[in-house]
């Protein structure tokens, strides 16, 4: 060992690192076991679409009044499915050729493995003649097998082929919940492909332009390869033994929240390493000495996102209950990957990777006294009263400027996408063309003894279809499927609306029975999901009925309501937990209520934002009930962060300095790597907007807006402002507020 690699060496003035041996190894031998782990769940990204669950009915608890009838009503099917449509279209009428294509379609759809074919209803033809609809029921559960997602793709891809081969030139077309929840799961396919390259892509660019080093940006984006692989090992088996539920969005933002984070952990680390190498001549002493400055502040901010997202396991709904762990297992892989492997990696390669600005020993390294961030610190010193109000204000005028806009009352099927599937087009045709309630009823459970007591109630509702018999007991599919073959006609009508002939009812099932109310409006329209309120009030007076309502509509409904409940539980338990975490770290009471104020301030001014930009500049026709509680939980846990980097360094520096220059040092030191690490998170959940779905494209734009705006106005601005307005009291009640100002 010569004298310059000798570990307590001080040398050239540099400062001593002593080295003990247990945590390195345990470093070293997590970094290899991180680099094998995360390499071979590679293989798993692709295969995460193979547990994931993207039906609104697998999104909620078993106590949702829908979820009760679902459960109850299956009791009276042979297979659970989905309702759907095939359209077959002409500008002018179908001619006689075009009817014998549609029936020699329907033959052949109905032999298509996935298809429900008992369930299969005579085609419907519109008053112009120019449409017709075949209702095509596809298998989403037979017995206790729940059907995949890609599986159901499949299927309905089968099914729109079967059409257009026997269409000739008829425009082909689906529709229903079957059809829209098919072009959701396409939305999804191929995500980790586009999503992950598209992330990969801008991060490798604002590395490059960030470092300008040809080398550097590999280390901390193969390290997010490695988290995302492992990530996605971890969530496969879990979700795949039905411990957590996996939706193409929790999918898509586990991947840019990986790349973001991760490569916001790599900056920290890297930017403390480069300073350290100018203090040490040994690349290793600087890396100890980094990494170990590093890892309270990273080990702060690792846990309060995870523990911000776990608070999402309060949730009633199965998605949100299930997006918290799967984000916070994708932090952790991080945090373990990005603690281990990535440091271990860059001091083994050596200074060259910094290469043409490689870092020597000058001692040059207090970048608090010069430089840009140098010049802004100074300024907010000077000017820190005037600053933190002028900041405080902008925020509120952001906030009131487009809050008004914002309207989160839900979305059709339809709505959600940002394209125009082929589902979408077959949707709007088919409710221009027929009943728009047909093929997607409102299921009621009852006591058979009520049964004509309920329909009685049911029929009276309004938005309920006044059709003879659109309020009726449940067909006895097998039975009815075996008169149609022998006469269509005799039950053509009952069958359309999802009722059989006298006779044909199903049989009652401990004394339960199934009953059908046929809608007036598009299941999924806002009239029809008021229209189940309506309905759910009614049935539920009728004595000793016990009566349920559920099905597609009240599905939705369900999880709105849910959605709404979430997110007035879930948030103030976020804030406490953020609290507790933030006054742990600092040690102090006073400025942990300072950091959450201000960031809960940028998330309001962040929504106003949205509002405006998403009515006004999008288009879109609303958001998800579910959006307020996700932009709240990604935009404060994240953008805590930024402040966990900051008052780390100000607290470290305060010791030393006082608070007031503490304050001016810290900002000084860390205003370029935080702002560069804002910059990668914000591009990287920008990327969402590459899936044509509109909540992922919100959420998108509000955590890369409320990021950027976080990084340049909170933390460059108001949060040092006003810390250095109050000076040593915000350290309140530990001995650094009794300390020098």
Same mark, same amino acid.
């Given at each position: 060992?010569?004298?310059?690699?000798?570990?307590?060496?001080?040398?050239?003035?540099?400062? *001593?690192?002593?080295?003990?041996?247990?945590?390195?190894?345990?470093?070293?031998?997590?970094? /290899?076991?991180?680099?094998?782990?995360?390499?071979?769940?590679?293989?798993?990204?692709?295969?995460?679409?193979?547990?994931?669950?993207?039906?609104?009915?697998?999104?909620?608890?078993?106590?949702?009044?829908?979820?009760?009838?679902?459960?109850?009503?299956?009791?009276?099917?042979?297979?659970?499915?989905?309702?759907?449509?095939?359209?077959?279209?002409?500008?002018?009428? #179908?001619?006689?050729?075009?009817?014998?294509?549609?029936?020699?379609?329907?033959?052949?759809?109905?032999?298509?493995?996935?298809?429900?074919?008992?369930?299969?209803?005579?085609?419907?033809?519109?008053?112009?003649?120019?449409?017709?609809?075949?209702?095509?029921?596809?298998?989403?559960? %037979?017995?206790?097998?729940?059907?995949?997602? %890609?599986?159901?793709?499949?299927?309905?891809?089968?099914?729109?082929?079967?059409?257009?081969?026997?269409?000739?030139?008829?425009?082909?077309?689906?529709?229903?919940?079957?059809?829209?929840?098919?072009?959701?799961?396409?939305?999804?396919?191929?995500?980790?492909?586009?999503?992950?390259?598209?992330?990969?892509?801008?991060?490798?660019?604002?590395?490059?332009?960030?470092?300008?080093?040809?080398?550097?940006?590999?280390?901390?984006?193969?390290?997010?390869?490695?988290?995302?692989?492992?990530?996605?090992?971890?969530?496969?088996?879990?979700?795949?033994?039905?411990?957590?539920?996996?939706?193409?969005?929790?999918?898509?933002?586990?991947?840019?929240?990986?790349?973001?984070?991760?490569?916001?952990?790599?900056?920290?680390?890297?930017?403390?390493?480069?300073?350290?190498?100018?203090?040490?001549?040994?690349?290793?002493?600087?890396?100890?000495? *980094?990494?170990?400055?590093?890892?309270?502040?990273?080990?702060?901010?690792?846990?309060?996102?995870?523990?911000? $997202?776990?608070?999402?396991?309060?949730?009633?709904?199965?998605?949100?209950?299930?997006?918290?762990?799967?984000?916070?297992?994708? /932090?952790?892989?991080?945090?373990?990957?990005?603690?281990?492997?990535?440091?271990?990696?860059?001091?083994?390669? @050596? &200074?060259?990777?910094?290469?043409?600005?490689?870092?020597?020993?000058?001692?040059?390294?207090?970048?608090?006294?010069?430089?840009?961030?140098? !010049?802004?610190?100074?300024?907010?010193?000077?000017?820190?009263?005037?600053?933190?109000?002028?900041?405080?204000?902008?925020?509120?005028?952001?906030?009131?400027?487009?809050?008004?806009?914002?309207?989160?009352?839900?979305?059709?099927?339809?709505?959600?996408?940002?394209?125009?599937?082929?589902?979408?087009?077959?949707?709007? #045709?088919?409710?221009?063309?027929?009943?728009?309630?047909?093929?997607?009823?409102?299921? /009621?459970?009852?006591?058979? *003894?009520?049964?004509?007591?309920?329909? !009685?109630?049911?029929?009276?509702?309004?938005?309920?279809?006044?059709?003879?018999?659109?309020?009726?007991?449940?067909?006895?599919?097998?039975?009815?499927?075996?008169? /149609?073959?022998?006469?269509?006609?005799?039950?053509?009508?009952?069958?359309?609306?999802?009722?059989?002939?006298?006779?044909?009812?199903?049989?009652?099932?401990?004394?339960?029975?199934?009953?059908?109310?046929?809608?007036?409006?598009?299941?999924?329209?806002?009239?029809?999901?008021?229209?189940?309120?309506?309905?759910?009030?009614?049935?539920?007076?009728?004595?000793? *009925?016990?009566?349920?309502?559920?099905?597609?509509?009240?599905?939705?409904?369900?999880?709105?309501?849910?959605?709404?409940?979430?997110?007035?539980?879930?948030?103030?338990?976020?804030?406490?937990?953020?609290?507790?975490?933030?006054?742990?770290?600092?040690?102090?009471?006073?400025?942990?209520?300072?950091?959450?104020?201000?960031?809960?301030?940028?998330?309001?001014?962040?929504?106003?934002?949205?509002?405006?930009?998403?009515?006004?500049?999008? @288009?879109?026709?609303?958001?998800?009930?579910?959006?307020?509680?996700?932009?709240?939980?990604?935009?404060?846990?994240?953008?805590?962060?930024?402040?966990?980097?900051?008052?780390? &360094?100000?607290?470290?520096?305060?010791?030393?300095?006082?608070?007031?220059?503490?304050?001016?040092?810290?900002?000084?030191?860390?205003?370029?790597?935080?702002?560069?690490?804002?910059?990668?998170?914000?591009?990287?959940?920008?990327?969402?907007?590459?899936?044509? $779905?509109?909540?992922?494209?919100?959420?998108?734009?509000?955590?890369?807006?409320?990021? $950027?705006? %976080?990084?340049?106005?909170?933390?460059?601005?108001?949060?040092?402002?006003?810390?250095?307005?109050? @000076? !040593?009291?915000?350290?309140?009640?530990?001995?650094?507020?009794?300390?020098?100002?």
């Amino acid at each position: 060992m010569t004298k310059l690699d000798t570990p307590d060496a001080e040398q050239n003035g540099s400062p *001593a690192v002593k080295r003990h041996r247990l945590p390195i190894f345990t470093v070293i031998a997590l970094a /290899i076991f991180a680099f094998i782990a995360g390499g071979f769940g590679g293989a798993f990204q692709g295969k995460l679409a193979e547990v994931q669950k993207n039906d609104n009915s697998s999104y909620l608890p078993s106590s949702a009044e829908s979820t009760v009838v679902s459960n109850q009503s299956a009791e009276f099917l042979s297979v659970e499915t989905i309702p759907g449509f095939v359209l077959f279209h002409r500008d002018s009428a #179908l001619t006689n050729v075009d009817k014998s294509a549609i029936d020699t379609a329907r033959q052949s759809i109905s032999s298509i493995s996935g298809v429900d074919a008992n369930g299969m209803q005579p085609t419907q033809f519109s008053a112009d003649g120019t449409t017709a609809s075949i209702f095509v029921p596809l298998v989403a559960q %037979d017995g206790d097998t729940a059907v995949a997602g %890609d599986v159901l793709a499949a299927t309905e891809q089968n099914v729109i082929d079967a059409a257009e081969h026997a269409a000739g030139d008829m425009q082909v077309l689906p529709a229903g919940p079957g059809g829209l929840l098919v072009a959701l799961i396409d939305a999804f396919s191929g995500l980790e492909g586009a999503l992950l390259g598209a992330a990969l892509l801008v991060v490798i660019v604002i590395l490059l332009v960030v470092y300008r080093s040809p080398v550097l940006w590999f280390f901390p984006l193969f390290s997010a390869v490695l988290a995302i692989g492992l990530s996605s090992m971890v969530i496969y088996y879990l979700a795949k033994a039905d411990i957590l539920t996996l939706t193409g969005q929790s999918q898509g933002i586990l991947f840019v929240l990986v790349i973001g984070a991760g490569t916001d952990y790599a900056l920290l680390i890297i930017s403390r390493y480069r300073e350290e190498l100018h203090n040490y001549p040994n690349r290793f002493d600087a890396m100890i000495r *980094a990494w170990r400055e590093s890892v309270p502040a990273i080990t702060a901010s690792a846990a309060t996102v995870i523990l911000g $997202l776990l608070c999402l396991t309060f949730s009633q709904l199965n998605s949100n209950k299930s997006l918290g762990p799967v984000a916070a297992i994708g /932090i952790a892989c991080t945090y373990l990957v990005m603690m281990t492997f990535m440091p271990v990696t860059l001091a083994a390669a @050596g &200074r060259w990777v910094f290469w043409p600005r490689t870092p020597q020993v000058d001692h040059a390294a207090d970048l608090a006294t010069h430089g840009l961030w140098g !010049k802004i610190a100074a300024t907010v010193g000077k000017r820190d009263r005037s600053l933190w109000i002028g900041a405080s204000v902008l925020l509120i005028v952001l906030f009131a400027v487009g809050i008004g806009s914002l309207k989160t009352d839900g979305l059709t099927a339809a709505q959600n996408f940002t394209n125009t599937p082929d589902a979408v087009v077959g949707q709007e #045709l088919y409710d221009s063309q027929f009943n728009p309630g047909t093929g997607a009823p409102a299921v /009621i459970t009852a006591n058979a *003894a009520q049964s004509d007591a309920v329909i !009685k109630a049911a029929s009276a509702v309004p938005g309920i279809s006044q059709d003879p018999g659109a309020v009726c007991t449940q067909v006895d599919v097998a039975k009815v499927s075996a008169l /149609i073959k022998t006469n269509p006609a005799a039950v053509a009508q009952a069958a359309t609306a999802g009722c059989a002939p006298a006779g044909f009812t199903v049989a009652p099932i401990d004394g339960r029975t199934m009953i059908n109310a046929t809608l007036t409006d598009s299941y999924d329209s806002p009239q029809a999901l008021e229209t189940i309120t309506r309905l759910r009030t009614a049935v539920h007076a009728v004595p000793g *009925a016990d009566a349920l309502v559920g099905g597609s509509t009240a599905t939705t409904l369900d999880v709105q309501a849910a959605s709404v409940h979430d997110r007035n539980l879930i948030i103030p338990i976020v804030l406490v937990v953020i609290f507790l975490v933030l006054a742990a770290l600092l040690r102090a009471l006073l400025i942990p209520v300072i950091l959450i104020a201000t960031v809960v301030l940028s998330f309001a001014a962040t929504l106003g934002v949205s509002g405006f930009f998403f009515t006004h500049v999008f @288009g879109f026709a609303g958001s998800d009930q579910s959006f307020p509680l996700y932009a709240f939980v990604f935009l404060v846990a994240l953008g805590i962060d930024y402040n966990i980097f900051l008052m780390t &360094r100000v607290r470290e520096e305060t010791g030393e300095f006082g608070t007031r220059a503490g304050v001016l040092r810290g900002l000084a030191v860390t205003g370029g790597v935080i702002t560069s690490a804002g910059i990668v998170l914000a591009a990287t959940f920008a990327v969402l907007g590459v899936l044509p $779905l509109v909540f992922l494209a919100q959420i998108g734009f509000v955590v890369a807006f409320g990021v $950027l705006l %976080d990084t340049i106005i909170v933390r460059s601005v108001l949060v040092p402002a006003l810390s250095h307005d109050i @000076g !040593k009291r915000i350290w309140w009640p530990s001995a650094l507020a009794q300390a020098k100002d």
